[in-house]
């Protein structure tokens, strides 16, 4: 069924598979990987629960963009695009594919054109969708793989006292950034709160243990040269 026009302000989603253009090296693994992201999300949108508030979802390549097209009430508009993420993030991990997800607020717009001969058209555009694609490509801090986050500009009121005062049972688990101030992140992975802290230092570690691996291999360079040069 196609998406029918939307012009109003909504919660929008840009999702992107991390390492996707490595991942190409490998035909096959890339076109499973890709069915499996679109299949699993048209199950989980299609089967969404609630009525009163549905998520719409467009797919191109390695993306996914989902937005919210029914309800007034902001929370359960953000409860509902966070469900749906959700379960499309966990349907990912079970193949080792992490994805990055970035959401905004504001105005969007979506078309489906009249379709000619060998070409369709999905015209896409509005703050809420460019604000979440750049934060996802080039916003800073820098998105890691498998994070989840809602940009804090133009976000309802209502939504920011939720997740600070922490009475919303559906909102416990997204938490401002302590030093990154502009997005707040959502721990899809978590069940308790009271987990963050100890994830973060174990995400943290486990990061920048990529980097001290990739040291210590410049580090060797000297000794692999002066090989070499004994070798001359």
Not at 9 to 21: P, R
Not at 73 to 91: C, D, F, G, T
Not at 150 to 167: D, F, R, T
Request: glycine share 4%; hydrophobic share 40%.
């Amino acid at each position: 069924m196609p998406i029918r026009t939307f012009n109003d302000n909504t919660f929008v989603a840009f999702i992107d598979i991390c390492g996707f253009k490595e991942m190409m090296r490998q035909e096959q693994r890339a076109v499973n990987n890709l069915c499996k992201f679109y299949n699993d999300s048209y199950h989980i949108i299609k089967h969404q629960n609630r009525k009163s508030c549905k998520v719409n979802g467009i797919f191109v390549s390695d993306c996914g963009i989902l937005f919210v097209r029914q309800g007034r009430n902001h929370i359960i508009q953000l409860e509902a695009l966070l469900k749906i993420i959700k379960e499309i993030i966990n349907r990912m991990i079970e193949i080792d594919i992490m994805l990055t997800i970035s959401i905004a607020y504001g105005p969007f717009l979506y078309e489906d054109r009249i379709e000619l001969m060998g070409m369709r058209k999905s015209f896409l555009m509005g703050n809420a969708y460019v604000w979440a694609y750049f934060d996802n490509e080039d916003g800073l801090p820098k998105i890691q793989p498998g994070q989840c986050r809602i940009l804090s500009k133009n976000l309802p009121h209502e939504i920011k006292v939720e997740i600070e005062n922490g009475h919303n049972n559906n909102f416990k688990m997204i938490r401002k950034g302590i030093i990154d101030t502009e997005h707040y992140y959502y721990y899809w992975m978590l069940q308790n709160p009271h987990e963050i802290d100890k994830f973060e230092k174990e995400y943290n570690f486990a990061y920048n243990s990529h980097f001290s691996a990739i040291l210590n291999v410049l580090k060797r360079k000297p000794n692999l040269r002066q090989n070499f040069d004994d070798n001359l």
